[in-house]
């Protein structure tokens, strides 16, 4: 192909052709056909000439020409529109080889196929922990299983995405195949920089997780950006369970408990630092018998190195304390994509009989209320995107009926993590 036909399709692909600018290459004048083109690329920096100032558009381009005019597209992806960007996802995975030896990042351009792209992780995780018996007698409980998720996004415009997210799991051993489910589906569109709205099953996120780290059918709308947003979300929670002033335990994701897990959930997150993060947030149970719940997150970095941070959160009852907390202390951090990274944290838990902890974060050997004690998380980044990671609960203890405090069964898992 000609460079000057290399040119029209580059302007044709990233829409640069309606303004004018002045043309640096003294083979290509006003008369020329592809002037305009030439120019507008060359003044984005889309396309270079040669150390003699000339263009020579009449040659032959090369891949690797090629290549650096679609690296450079590759850097406007962000402000084309759905058909352009599909474009250059084909143009990408076409010179991948090229891009490679230029240094650009394409780890993730055979994930592409036109407007869809997906990525995904898998996990191998083994659990273990003690259980105590009706006739006192302990004994020991192992599971090993497996999980696989992979998430597709479809560009619909500038503006809205599409998400759907596909989960296979199961227990080693165990009988029949993987259990299977659509567990993520939404659609995402964003009102101007600062403005997004999603609908539909998503994750929700409350706080730091203290009260809850699950799924959420419903609508989330979101103002602002990373260091100060406010957020609202209405709908129903899909997971986890607590004990609500009766004495009674709420599930949250039984299908005939719809009409009765409603809620709406106000977040304001602010960074007034790079090393400090502020949470607060408030949450309106629409349930007879169940109260507003509020609490607040501190994390603190001190240095490069040290981690320390803590939650808050209660709710109004009726002969019980509804409250929870956790601190923490850690060193290092593990990053997925640098092998050999690695980081240590040691959090105290203390829920309340009447704690407001509908799903954690932490997976507690799945302790809501009436626990206190500690947890110790190591990870360490064994490969780029494989990721291995500890847990072990210890200290562990409960409140009896005669409010005195007996031991619990300590719990131990580890897993790990692949992402693609």
Do not use: C
Request: charged content about 25%; cysteine-free.
């Amino acid at each position: 192909m000609k460079k000057h036909l290399a040119v029209l399709a580059a302007t044709a692909v990233l829409g640069v052709t309606s303004a004018f600018a002045a043309n640096p290459f003294s083979d290509v004048t006003p008369q020329d056909w592809a002037y305009q083109a030439v120019a507008q690329l060359a003044s984005q920096g889309i396309v270079n000439g040669y150390p003699d100032g000339t263009f020579k558009g009449q040659h032959n381009i090369t891949r690797f020409e090629m290549a650096q005019m679609v690296a450079k597209a590759m850097a406007r992806q962000d402000r084309v529109d759905a058909e352009q960007n599909a474009i250059i996802n084909r143009l990408a995975n076409e010179f991948s080889a090229e891009l490679n030896n230029l240094g650009v990042r394409v780890s993730t351009l055979e994930n592409k196929v036109g407007n869809f792209s997906f990525t995904g992780d898998a996990r191998l995780r083994y659990q273990h922990s003690k259980v105590e018996n009706e006739d006192k007698s302990e004994t020991y409980k192992s599971k090993f299983d497996y999980r696989g998720r992979v998430q597709f996004a479809a560009t619909v415009n500038d503006n809205t995405k599409a998400v759907v997210r596909l989960v296979g799991e199961k227990e080693f051993g165990a009988a029949g195949n993987p259990e299977t489910s659509l567990d993520r589906v939404y659609v995402q569109h964003n009102f101007g920089k600062y403005a997004t709205a999603t609908v539909g099953r998503q994750d929700l996120v409350v706080g730091n997780g203290l009260v809850y780290d699950d799924a959420f059918e419903g609508a989330v709308a979101t103002v602002g950006k990373d260091k100060l947003n406010a957020s609202v979300a209405y709908g129903y929670l899909q997971g986890g369970s607590y004990i609500n002033e009766a004495g009674k335990k709420v599930e949250f994701d039984k299908a005939e408990r719809k009409d009765n897990s409603q809620v709406t959930v106000y977040q304001l997150n602010t960074m007034p630092t790079e090393k400090l993060a502020v949470k607060g947030f408030y949450a309106d149970v629409h349930e007879k018998g169940v109260n507003s719940v509020y609490g607040a997150s501190v994390d603190a970095k001190l240095g490069s190195k040290v981690w320390v941070g803590g939650e808050y959160a209660k709710q109004e009852t009726k002969g019980a304390a509804g409250e929870a907390w956790t601190a923490g202390l850690g060193y290092g951090e593990a990053d997925m994509a640098k092998a050999g990274t690695w980081g240590a944290k040691v959090q105290y838990f203390d829920l309340k009989k009447a704690a407001p902890v509908v799903s954690n974060t932490w997976n507690l050997n799945d302790q809501n209320q009436n626990y206190r004690g500690y947890l110790a998380t190591v990870d360490y980044t064994v490969a780029k995107n494989v990721g291995l990671s500890a847990y072990a609960t210890f200290d562990s203890k409960k409140k009896d009926d005669n409010n005195k405090s007996v031991n619990l069964p300590e719990y131990y898992r580890a897993e790990l993590n692949y992402k693609f």
